[in-house]
């Protein structure tokens, strides 16, 4: 189906430059390839008979991993370093965006990928399939209406939902109100593929036999002061005409003086009847100083196509805060906090103690004491369940002028985990190049070393050290707008005529 | 040899700047010549007449230079209009001043020179004559259309020299980026002096909102304009921004795209499989556990957890596979018995590796041990209404009712 999809859009491109003559075009080829590594597990067994006793008492395999027995089994289970696994996704993106078809405000876009895994297949997720549509609509865009046909993303309170179907958006620019609405097929969540495709089934489990039915509306007020919006989305299982999901969003925006802000925002899940993910933040922006105060809930969504909802996630209450300060002309520095504590999900066991809080904090300077010469440190550190981190990095970048660049990194991570005995400490350093040979051309280069230490007591700590390689060409074609808009942003440079047009 | 080069260099320089100081006519030594020419005009016909060329013809010239009298000059007047934003016209600046029209001397020599010590006119001698007592660049906002054309009508000016443009001592104020700086300015109805140096394009750079402020609508349109660089990202986005940017692009998604494009959100949100360290930093797949746990921000936003992260962990054998087994959390001796606090606190996390057959082994009234997996907030009866299929997993056709 996605095959077909972009084969469609890219005859309709055909076809549009031949036969609809657009008088102008902007296209944009990305090409990235990327050689990458990594080295998971194995699960193994050994007969009860045949372990040993660990250096920590426990029972171990001959050469040394430690072994989960089960009461009763004949056999232990354990985990030895798996194979060496080889990645190098290619992906070449198109974007393309065509105008001026008789009709002024009618344009066209289309964004594609072709993406393959030249090492082991299918390693690095991302590449299968081979071909993704990530958006392909005709719009008409005027003063007071929007409106789109094809495949689209909207973005909103409740997240990223892509969709194959149409959309209107309607404006009072005066009143600053705004009305929306779209319905169509839905797309999976968090990628541009139908939740049908096999490629979202890697685990063999549960998978809706059809494409969901997804409707939204939404409803916007914005003025100098203020900007409010809600949003109502809900996706049904055409098969049976039961809901997949519904939810409401509301978000706001107030900025009562110059440079101070609150934003904040919360979504309801009408189908679990519960609140979801919300957040309040007051922040402060001038030309010096940027800090934020705020508090955040999060609980994850799951579609009733799955059985996860039922299972009752509790969310997480968090406080953070974050401040930038231009402290000298040439230095800024920066540092960010966030505490966080797990509602009482009502699990409690006297055998296992879980962490139910964490904490997150970072320092970190940019400093620019040269024409040309960036440098940028940090610290970060979060501790909480399941896993935590502490680590440095460091860069250093040149770029003498606007059209290339050279940046060395360096890294260094540690990463306890709370329920595997797999402490790892990692070291990065590489090097990265930039550079705009020709006006419409921009190629970039990578390269990686990674250090990667498994400290665990027994034989399975193992270390993956390993070089990632990173290629990229940016190419840009077009006609019918100004060439000299390169320091104008991405909204307006796509405008038929340029800026000219707004 | 490398002396004859250098000789030869140096021959051709000389050579050209001769034929460059000779088409423009910069070159002419007036001084030398003030005998024979006893008033501008005699040469200058176009600054006291309409339609008449400022430069002489060259045929003048040959009277005295034809190789006999004089040695040859080939000089020609300039085929292209000066470069230039100056509104300044010598024949309808003369009538429109009157009997206070000032003599050549006035702009063309220093006061007290000779007639003929002439160059060219210094802005300085404009503002004396127009009592504005300021330096150049100094002078009121309201003063620069009085003597300068708008950018826009300014068609022979390349982006070279737009981005030559000097500053205004004013536009170094840190105040004067600010709404209350220039905004202030462009409000109070001076927009054809930001004119002068600006047009729409420029103030693009940054107020590329949907509503763009009503001053920059007066402005005309060049693409040239952007040859003076603006400020860049407003200081909002400052910061971890990218960390935090969706709250309030959710409350005002129109202002996010009147700089941005649907395909930059896609970079992230939908993001390339072969894309390097971006919004996360190089070495972040080490760290990953510990950001995506208690999410630092919704993973799932961009990440499908199928398509993403249960593909990459069933590659790393993450995944559990056949009967389940408790080896792989070998850190908590007792964790199968007691994953229920895990689990709620992150049930994304256990998804990424776990399929729901794994669960329902425990947690189904169908068969498994029967453990009941609703905890605080469940509404049975709402999800039941909503999708009973969802029920029926575990309860088969037997849902309870509460």
């Known amino acids: ?502 | 040899m490398r002396h004859a080069t250098a000789v030869l260099v140096l021959a051709l320089s000389l050579a050209a700047s001769r034929l460059s100081a000779q088409g423009g006519g910069a070159g002419f030594d007036h001084e030398k010549h003030r005998a024979l020419f006893p008033t501008c005009a005699s040469c200058h016909v176009g600054a006291v007449a309409g339609g008449v060329s400022l430069w002489p013809e060259p045929v003048s010239c040959a009277a005295c230079h034809d190789g006999t009298i004089e040695k040859v000059v080939t000089w020609s007047p300039p085929r292209v209009p000066r470069r230039s934003n100056l509104r300044f016209d010598h024949v309808r600046h003369a009538t429109s001043a009157g009997t206070k029209a000032p003599a050549c001397v006035a702009c063309h020599a220093e006061a007290g020179a000779p007639r003929m010590a002439v160059r060219p006119a210094a802005p300085e001698r404009c503002l004396d004559c127009h009592a504005i007592r300021t330096a150049h660049l100094a002078a009121p906002d309201s003063a620069c259309a009085q003597c300068h054309v708008a950018l826009a009508q300014a068609t022979h000016l390349t982006r070279q020299d737009i981005a030559g443009f000097r500053a205004p001592p004013s536009h170094a104020d840190p105040r004067f980026a600010g709404a209350d700086g220039h905004g202030a300015v462009a409000r109070q109805a001076v927009a054809a002096s930001c004119a002068t140096c600006h047009a729409r394009e420029f103030c693009y750079q940054c107020h590329a909102g949907a509503t763009p402020p009503r001053a920059i609508a007066a402005l005309a349109s060049d693409p040239r304009s952007t040859a003076i660089a603006a400020r860049g990202a407003p200081a909002s986005h400052g910061g971890n921004f990218a960390d935090r940017h969706g709250t309030a692009a959710a409350a005002a998604g129109a202002r996010c795209s009147g700089c941005h494009v649907r395909t930059e959100c896609l970079d992230c949100h939908r993001p390339v499989a072969a894309a390097g360290p971006g919004y996360h930093p190089a070495g972040f797949l080490s760290r990953h556990p510990a950001a995506a746990y208690a999410r630092e921000t919704s993973c799932s936003d961009c990440h499908s957890v199928g398509g993403f992260c249960a593909a990459c962990h069933a590659q790393a054998g993450l995944v559990a596979t056949g009967v389940l087994r408790s080896g792989y959390h070998d850190a908590k001796r007792f964790f199968l018995v007691g994953h229920g606090q895990a689990a709620r606190q992150s049930l994304e996390s256990c998804v990424a590796c776990h399929a729901e057959r794994d669960c329902l082994t425990c947690h189904s009234a169908l068969g498994g041990r029967r453990f009941n997996p609703h905890g605080p907030g469940f509404d049975a009866n709402r999800m039941r209404r909503k999708n009973p299929e969802t029920c029926t997993a575990c309860h088969g056709t037997a849902i309870p009712v509460r």
């Open chain 1, 1 to 502: 189906m996605t095959t077909r999809a972009v084969l469609l859009a890219l005859l309709l491109g055909a076809g549009s430059n031949g036969q609809l003559k657009a008088q102008g075009y902007r296209l944009r080829l990305d090409t990235r390839a990327q050689a990458v590594g990594f080295r998971g597990v194995q699960i193994d067994s050994i007969a009860v008979g045949d372990t040993v006793s660990g250096p920590g008492g426990g029972p171990a395999t001959p050469d040394g991993f430690a072994v989960s027995c089960s009461g009763g089994a004949p056999f232990c289970t354990y985990f030895r370093p798996g194979p060496a696994r080889r990645g190098a996704p290619l992906v070449t993106t198109a974007d393309l965006t065509m105008w001026g078809f008789g009709v002024r405000g009618v344009s066209a876009h289309a964004t594609a990928r072709a993406g393959v895994d030249l090492g082991n297949a299918d390693v690095w997720p991302g590449t299968d399939p081979a071909l993704q549509l990530l958006a392909g609509y005709v719009e008409y865009a005027a003063e007071r209406v929007t409106a789109r046909a094809g495949r689209q993303t909207t973005f909103s309170r409740l997240g990223a939902t892509g969709f194959d179907g149409a959309s209107i958006t309607l404006r009072d620019g005066r009143r600053g109100i705004e009305a929306s609405g779209y319905a169509g097929w839905g797309l999976a969540r968090g990628v541009a593929l139908p939740i049908t495709s096999p490629a979202l089934n890697p685990l063999d489990d549960f998978q809706p036999r059809q494409r969901q039915l997804v409707a939204g509306l939404g409803a916007a007020w914005s003025a100098a002061v203020a900007d409010l919006r809600a949003d109502y989305m809900r996706e049904v299982d055409p098969r049976s005409n039961y809901f997949v999901s519904e939810r409401i969003g509301l978000s706001a925006a107030v900025r009562p003086a110059p440079g101070w802000s609150v934003a904040g925002g919360a979504d309801y899940d009408m189908a679990a009847g519960w609140w979801g993910s919300a957040e309040i933040a007051v922040g402060y922006a001038r030309r010096a100083v940027s800090a934020s105060l705020g508090a955040r809930r999060y609980r994850p969504h799951f579609d009733l196509w799955t059985i996860w909802g039922a299972f009752s996630p509790v969310p997480y209450h968090a406080t953070q805060a974050q401040v930038a300060v231009q402290a000298l002309p040439q230095v800024q520095l920066r540092a960010r906090g966030e505490w966080y504590r797990f509602e009482n999900s009502e699990t409690a066991t006297p055998l296992v103690d879980v962490v139910g809080s964490g904490w997150r904090g970072e320092i970190g300077f940019t400093a620019r004491p040269a024409a040309g010469w960036t440098f940028d440190g940090g610290y970060e550190r979060e501790y909480g369940p399941g896993a935590s981190s502490a680590g440095a990095s460091a860069t250093a970048t040149y770029s003498p002028v606007a059209t290339w660049r050279v940046m060395v990194h360096a890294a260094t991570l540690d990463r306890p985990l709370e329920f595997r005995y797999a402490e790892s400490v990692l070291q990065v350093y590489g090097i990265e190049a930039e550079a705009d040979p020709r006006p419409r051309l921009r190629v970039a280069f990578g390269a990686t070393r990674y250090v990667d230490d498994h400290r665990r007591p027994d034989a399975a700590g193992f270390d993956w050290g390993q070089w990632r390689l990173t290629l990229r060409a940016i190419l840009t074609f077009g006609r019918g707008g100004g060439d000299e808009l390169g320091g104008l942003p991405p909204a307006v440079r796509r405008m038929p005529g340029g800026g000219a047009a707004r």
